[in-house]
């Protein structure tokens, strides 16, 4: 399957999870976070999981700036991490509303370039 034809199959995946009544977040986040590295979105992934990160890096007790450390770390460590630190602290639904405000971004980045075209 091409990237394009790829792209769009996710696409409309992604736009089904924007949905705030969703009651079980976790296993979606993953699914998110596991789609955008199939569609090669690593670096997108990455900028989420350290922003979010960043933000609350005083309720996770972090003492090394994350920006400094990321590259240190595999993308998963820091995904688990994030994912652990959010669970613990109550924080999944601001996780998942970065993810989802993230590929609502990228998706009209798509749509946006795909009329252009």
Do not use: W
């Not at 979105?41 to 005083?58: A, G, P, T, V």
């Not at 602290?89 to 075209?117: C, G, R």
């Amino acid at each position: 399957m091409s990237l394009s034809l790829k792209r769009n199959k996710y696409l409309q995946l992604f736009q089904t999870i924007n949905n705030k009544n969703i009651k079980y977040r976790g296993p979606l986040l993953l699914r998110i976070y596991g789609l955008m590295n199939e569609l090669e979105l690593s670096n997108e992934n990455r900028y989420i999981l350290c922003n979010f990160i960043d933000q609350n890096s005083e309720r996770f007790n972090l003492k090394k700036d994350i920006y400094d450390i990321n590259n240190d770390v595999s993308l998963n460590q820091l995904f688990l991490f994030a994912y652990s630190k959010a669970r613990t602290n109550n924080l999944i639904p601001k996780l998942y509303s970065e993810y989802v405000n993230t590929v609502n971004a990228l998706s009209q980045k798509i749509d946006t370039h795909a009329n252009i075209s």
